[in-house]
């Protein structure tokens, strides 16, 4: 025990590196077995094939392609994809814990800690860009982290903060709008060059990361898709939505043009308008109009958007929220697609460790607060915690910082460039959040003594943007938005002895892969339920007529009925509008019928009222003005919280003067 300003400081306890390094190896070993051969999806099944046939297109990231038919010859198929990210990820991990341990002691292992936190494990065993983008950022803040440590020398420092800007570089060409959450990285990396020149250079990366993408591009000879016309085309959908008239650049058939705005806009994704979606023919039309990366369609998205503000921020803030509290595609455990050169899958019965994985991620509580709305809450925590502790400028304290906005900005970049509800895109948050409070607390533990000690303050612009951002966040994150929806009761009522067969009741835009087939809520006593299908049939007890109400946006609705030798009539009625349909067919089939949108929303806005915007705007103001009032520096001294108090870090003391020794005893 030391005596320093009059308290007494228990160094701390020395963690062997040896331990941080088994610890992060049972972890590799232990996501690595309960995943092996790696778990696949439709996209990553795609861009596998294209390996194979040795096709090379920008719809899925050439850089991950270049670095996955590397890893072919290695490992087979996705074994080598998710052996090289999480040898990235529990590398990058254990470099930072070793550091914090420094200071620290076993408060350390809190950092490998990380990767089990809700949100963090859910991709670990997974093919996915956004896996590996969680690989180049950890790697890039670990070398950063390490590089800017005064304990280490010249020549090694130049080699870890090189490779850092180096790994920034491979996440953008990952992940290219990942290129906002590398500002933070860049500017932490470079500070030790001074303020000026690390900003230089952190913009000069910037720069050039686009232009290293066309060199790749063109050396690869990458076929050019324009994945970015997604995020116009979306948005055009929305607002054709909101407007009730066809947005799209182009000629348009009546029947196109009232297909585009009743039946196939959904804030969950806009895969309906996509190649693959039901309502393809946008996609189609653009193509074959030459308007698909065209300047043309870029000129009608930026006038749309500034002509239409309140339906552009409708379109984007509805699929924001969906993603923040109720994404899809959490877990995706599920067998991956089957081709001649792909054909991979986890082995059945699972083992233990996949049992155990699958368990946990899948749980009730994993799955409550492993969404991005608490991935917002734990950054917005841990900002203010360090900006109100003045911690900001120690070292733990400055790398929890740059982590903390990394996160805070790259999940806002999906505000404005979202086409899907998904989870996975936010999964670099899920570790930025965990990873950032996690150092928040070890620097509050032992950062105080430090910040007597120097005083420093983050500039006021620098606290500024801080602040905004996180209110930024918070406000949208938590901000309450809804479309204005309308209830539509529908009934159908069997008229004979045949067979009725209802396959599907929802909205058209719904995708079919998701939500229940018949949606809303249904009464059908009598009707027989066969998975989500309801059969009705005379003769087998009483059959009253099936009900449900659909509360949804002013839009299509499409009725399956399957027909066959056995069918019967049935009366379909929603609302005003009746009609017969005969299902009796001499073969099995299927009758589609589309029930046109009616309701309150079809002489009033479809899209979100001004008071949701200034009621977001306000939250917006206020939340940053507190943080940057509660963040100010007080004169005095500053009061340590309950759990530091008494606690700190060893500092060399200048020699006690003669009179100022301490007396025996």
């Not at 609705?557 to 001499?586: E, H, K, W």
């Amino acid at each position: 025990m030391k005596e320093i300003t009059g308290h007494r400081h228990v160094g701390p306890s020395r963690v062997p590196r040896f331990t941080m390094a088994i610890l992060a190896l049972v972890g590799f070993a232990f996501v690595l077995h309960a995943s092996y051969p790696g778990y696949l999806n439709p996209d990553s099944v795609t861009q596998l094939t294209n390996i194979y046939n040795g096709w090379w297109d920008d719809w899925h990231a050439p850089f991950i392609s270049l670095i996955w038919s590397g890893l072919l010859g290695l490992f087979p198929g996705p074994v080598g994809f998710i052996v090289f990210d999480n040898l990235l990820i529990w590398s990058a991990l254990a470099v930072v814990a070793m550091g914090v341990a420094r200071v620290a002691g076993w408060w350390g292992l809190a950092i490998l800690a990380v990767p089990v936190l809700p949100g963090a494990f859910n991709y670990l065993g997974h093919v996915h860009k956004d896996a590996m983008l969680v690989a180049w950022m950890l790697a890039a803040f670990a070398c950063a982290f390490r590089g800017n440590d005064d304990a280490i020398g010249p020549r090694a420092r130049l080699v870890l903060l090189v490779l850092a800007n180096l790994l920034a570089v491979a996440a953008f060409l990952t992940r290219p709008n990942a290129i906002f959450g590398l500002i933070p990285l860049l500017l932490y990396t470079n500070h030790r060059l001074g303020r000026r020149r690390g900003l230089m250079l952190a913009l000069a990366l910037l720069v050039l990361m686009p232009l290293t993408q066309s060199v790749q591009n063109r050396l690869l000879g990458v076929v050019s898709q324009h994945p970015t016309d997604s995020i116009k085309t979306y948005h055009l959908l929305a607002m054709s939505y909101f407007e009730g008239r066809n947005l799209f650049p182009g000629e348009w058939t009546e029947e196109e043009s009232r297909t585009v705005v009743d039946a196939c806009y959904s804030p969950l994704q806009w895969d309906k308008a996509a190649p693959w979606g039901e309502c393809s023919f946008i996609y189609q039309g653009l193509v074959r109009q030459g308007l698909w990366g065209s300047a043309t369609m870029t000129r009608t998205w930026l006038g749309e958007l500034v002509a239409n503000p309140l339906s552009a921020w409708s379109a984007m803030a509805a699929t924001f929220q969906l993603s923040m509290h109720d994404p899809n595609s959490r877990a995706m455990f599920y067998a991956p697609p089957k081709t001649d050169r792909v054909n991979w899958e986890i082995a059945r019965p699972l083992r233990v460790t996949s049992w155990l994985t699958q368990g946990y991620v899948v749980s009730k509580y994993y799955d409550r607060f492993g969404r991005p709305w608490m991935f917002a809450l734990v950054l917005g925590v841990g900002t203010a915690l360090l900006l109100v502790q003045h911690l900001a400028t120690t070292r733990l304290g400055a790398f929890a910082l740059a982590v903390q906005a990394s996160g805070a900005i790259y999940l806002l970049t999906w505000f404005p460039f979202n086409v899907s509800a998904e989870y996975r895109y936010f999964y670099w948050s899920s570790f930025a959040a965990w990873l950032g409070l996690a150092l928040t607390l070890v620097a509050t533990w032992v950062g105080r003594g430090e910040v007597r000690r120097q005083r420093r303050q983050l500039s006021s612009m620098s606290r500024l943007a801080v602040c905004a951002i996180t209110a930024v966040m918070i406000a949208l994150v938590f901000g309450s938005f809804r479309l204005p929806l309308e209830k539509r009761d529908i009934v159908l009522t069997p008229l004979d002895g045949g067979v009725i067969a209802v396959t599907h009741l929802r909205t058209a835009s719904i995708p079919p892969w998701m939500w229940k087939k018949i949606e809303g809520q249904v009464d059908a006593p009598g009707w027989r339920q066969d998975g989500d299908t309801r059969i009705a049939k005379a003769g087998q007890g009483l059959v009253q007529p099936l009900k449900t109400r659909i509360e949804n946006l002013h839009q299509t609705v499409r009725l399956r009925l399957a027909t066959g030798p056995d069918g019967g009539r049935v009366r379909v009625d929603d609302g005003s509008l009746s009609r017969v349909i005969d299902t009796r067919a001499p073969e099995t089939g299927e009758i589609v019928l589309d029930l046109p949108p009616r309701g309150r929303l079809a002489d009033l806005p479809r899209h979100a009222s001004w008071h949701t915007l200034a009621r977001v705007l306000l939250w917006l103001l206020l939340l940053a003005v507190l943080l940057f009032y509660v963040s100010r520096e007080r004169a005095g001294r500053i009061p340590l919280p309950f759990f530091a108090a008494r606690t700190y870090p060893p500092a060399p003391l200048a020699p006690h003067s003669p009179a100022e020794q301490p007396k025996p005893g």
